[in-house]
């Protein structure tokens, strides 16, 4: 096995193969780094410049883009409060404060440095664990997705900061907000009133731009009418960094590092989760570990080096599903496999057996890509920073066009943009609220998966009993429990703490 890792890595740094890594690493950090525009999209654009070469500088440059896309998104999440991506999601909690409080550099570094550890330590567990993490994820069947997808929405209660209630209320609203349209499994229409716009229902891409960057932006733009608003926007943040103590203060949360890593590969080892629900669960169980959970979301770097760490390991355990069973483990990896097809190579049990060369070139592609990106943030890190010099009068306008034209190039229709401004509004009303924007988006990425596994258990076998009895379903189900009492436990202890606090009159 280390003498084909070994040989793949030398013939990997090959001109004919680190020239598309390399292009392919550029445009991934260049796409994911532009909100609207998601890896997904990106590597679409970049396929068809692929079909001419052979297969494995085909795949490594899509390798490239994904790896790329996944570090390039925390990029607009620290620096504009947006994530260029869904996968850079809670980035955008601690990255925007951190940036906010004068130090965008750390911010941005912090989350560069932690999506390269974690991509190569997701890279080393993808490599020594396929055979057992594909066993693992041969067990699940329906009660086990659904369990693990309660599991999922169970953390919503550890992402709240303010009151439980409205934290559950915004993932209701975001599930309800997935069943407007047609059935998944019997294509019967739900909640559309005869309106074609509403037949499809709200796709996930405008609605997060909505939510997240209209909400940012109308509040930002808010704050320009306040008292020292001016000052605040001309204010010049120190962009130098010492990349030797950003390592150091990952380096020395090995313990936080690791369980992050490991949760990235599980979420992205098991199709149709994605690295936006791995993102956000590993900041959770960040704060749920930490000695100092008040201090999440006000910029601390623990939640910066969470979630990145798990957003690039997510990418490593998603590749174990294409290169195992041949199947997709999201929008990314789908157009890979469709490369693939193209090419001629199966994909499968047999895959890594059968196409050693390939396979092992798709590993060592994965490992020299998180080198590339590195490269090419600390090549363009001085150009990205400017961006926090630029004044929201000018910033505002070109960010919502941008995002405009991301919702639009979805499905190249006017619907995009409507669903942008619908949630948009949405999501500023909760905001000005105190709705927490995180849980809606988390019942938003499961409220299909939960329905459709729900389904597909009861059609095979209509016993309830088997959510508990099966082992796996029963233990996510204990776990999905012990989140939410943990929760209720901490907010109990929060509020006895501000009493405590408070002086007696």
């Given at each position: 096995m280390f003498e084909l890792l070994g040989q793949a890595l030398i013939d990997i740094v090959q001109w004919k193969y680190l020239l598309p890594l390399f292009v392919g690493t550029l445009v991934g950090v260049i796409g994911g780094s532009l909100p609207g525009v998601t890896i997904t999209m990106t590597v679409?654009?970049?396929?068809?410049?692929?079909?001419?070469?052979?297969?494995?500088?085909?795949?490594?440059?899509?390798?490239?883009?994904?790896?790329?896309?996944?570090?390039?998104?925390?990029?607009?999440?620290?620096?504009?409060?947006?994530?260029?991506?869904?996968?850079?999601?809670?980035t955008t909690f601690d990255g925007f404060p951190m940036a906010r409080n004068g130090e965008p550099g750390r911010a941005v570094w912090l989350g560069v440095w932690s999506s390269f550890f974690g991509g190569l330590l997701g890279g080393v567990f993808l490599i020594l664990v396929t055979g057992p993490l594909a066993a693992l994820a041969l067990e699940f069947g329906p009660w086990e997705y659904f369990s693990l997808f309660v599991l999922a929405l169970a953390m919503v209660a550890g992402l709240t900061e303010?009151?439980?209630?409205?934290?559950?209320?915004?993932?209701?609203?975001?599930?309800?907000?997935?069943?407007?349209?047609?059935?998944?499994?019997?294509?019967v229409p739900r909640f559309t009133f005869?309106?074609?716009?509403?037949?499809?229902?709200?796709?996930?891409?405008?609605?997060?731009?909505?939510?997240?960057?209209?909400?940012?932006?109308?509040s930002d733009v808010e704050k320009l009418r306040q008292p020292g608003a001016a000052t605040t926007a001309a204010a010049r943040p120190m962009l130098s960094v010492s990349?030797?103590?950003?390592?150091?203060?990952?380096?020395?949360?090995?313990?936080?590092?690791?369980w992050s890593t490991i949760v990235g590969?599980?979420?992205?080892?098991?199709?149709?989760i994605g690295g936006s629900a791995a993102n956000m669960l590993a900041w959770d169980?960040?704060?749920?570990?930490?000695?100092?959970?008040?201090?999440?979301?006000?910029?601390?770097?623990?939640?910066?080096?969470?979630?990145?760490?798990?957003?690039?390991a997510n990418v490593g355990g998603s590749l174990v599903t294409i290169m195992a069973f041949g199947i997709p483990g999201d929008a990314v990896t789908a157009v890979m496999l469709g490369a693939m097809t193209i090419h001629g190579i199966q994909s499968g049990p047999l895959f890594v057996s059968q196409q050693p060369k390939l396979a092992y070139g798709i590993y060592a592609a994965y490992i020299v890509a998180h080198v590339l990106m590195v490269a090419v943030i600390a090549a363009t890190a001085l150009l990205l920073l400017r961006m926090t010099r630029i004044r929201l009068a000018v910033l505002a306008p070109v960010v919502l066009t941008l995002?405009?034209?991301?919702?639009?190039?979805?499905?190249?229709?006017?619907?995009?943009?409507?669903v942008l401004l619908?949630?948009?509004?949405?999501?500023?009303?909760?905001?000005?609220?105190?709705?927490?924007?995180?849980?809606?988006?988390?019942?938003?990425?499961?409220?299909?998966?939960?329905?459709?596994?729900?389904?597909?258990?009861?059609?095979?076998?209509?016993d309830p009993w088997l959510f508990i009895t099966r082992p796996i379903s029963g233990g996510l189900l204990l776990a999905a429990a012990i989140s939410v009492a943990l929760a209720i436990w901490q907010h109990l202890r929060h509020r006895e703490r501000q009493a405590e606090a408070e002086p007696d009159f």
């Open positions: 679409i654009v970049v396929l068809p410049f692929t079909f001419g070469l052979d297969p494995l500088q085909g795949l490594a440059c899509m390798t490239g883009v994904y790896v790329g896309g996944s570090a390039g998104g925390l990029i607009t999440a620290c620096l504009l409060g947006i994530p260029g991506t869904p996968s850079a999601i809670a303010g009151s439980l209630v409205k934290g559950l209320l915004s993932g209701a609203i975001g599930m309800l907000i997935t069943v407007i349209g047609t059935d998944p499994i019997m294509g005869d309106s074609p716009f509403l037949a499809g229902g709200f796709p996930f891409l405008p609605v997060l731009i909505g939510v997240f960057a209209f909400s940012q932006i109308m990349q030797l103590k950003v390592i150091g203060e990952i380096l020395t949360r090995p313990v936080l590092l690791l590969i599980v979420i992205g080892v098991l199709p149709a169980q960040a704060r749920k570990m930490s000695k100092t959970p008040d201090r999440f979301g006000k910029g601390t770097p623990e939640g910066i080096i969470a979630s990145e760490s798990s957003n690039n995002c405009v034209v991301g919702a639009y190039a979805l499905n190249n229709t006017m619907a995009g943009i409507y619908i949630f948009g509004v949405v999501g500023y009303l909760l905001v000005k609220g105190g709705f927490p924007l995180a849980p809606l988006i988390l019942g938003l990425i499961l409220g299909d998966q939960i329905e459709l596994n729900l389904v597909r258990s009861i059609m095979s076998d209509p």
